[in-house]
């Protein structure tokens, strides 16, 4: 029931950016407790793939297919967590999801944002 809240998708042309953020109440529970937070995409007809993560120790891991001109970050005092894309292409197309773990306990997960790249 508990769910991370994304912001920032959107239409834009090929070659942009957009800074994707995923927020949740430390009232619930801070990012920095979570082994890791990660972001997620699925276009329309495929599986959700796996595309950025930053571990606890703030370590960062990329999809080969975003290296280069994707960023995953993190604010503790926000608790929140960035996806800044740079470069965009049209195969960026896809809803964006957030996602929180602490490993064999538990798992959250955003509702989505929608990332359009069109001319």
């Known amino acids: 029931q508990v769910q991370l809240v994304e912001s920032g998708g959107g239409l834009v042309q090929p070659g942009g950016s957009l800074r994707l953020s995923c927020s949740v109440s430390?009232?619930?529970?801070?990012?920095?407790?979570?082994?890791?937070m990660d972001w997620y995409r699925q276009a329309p007809g495929k599986g959700r793939e796996l595309v950025a993560i930053?571990?606890?120790?703030?370590?960062?891991n990329y999809a080969n297919s975003v290296k280069g001109r994707f960023t995953i970050s993190r604010d503790n005092a926000k608790n929140t967590v960035y996806l800044q894309m740079n470069s965009l292409k049209p195969e960026d197309t896809a809803v964006y999801y957030c996602?929180?773990?602490?490993?064999?306990?538990?798992?959250?997960w955003g509702q989505g944002t929608q990332v359009t790249v069109s001319s």
């Open positions: 996602h929180a773990n602490k490993i064999g306990t538990v798992s959250y």
């Open positions: 430390k009232l619930i529970f801070s990012i920095n407790n979570m082994d890791n």
């Open positions: 930053i571990n606890r120790d703030a370590s960062t």
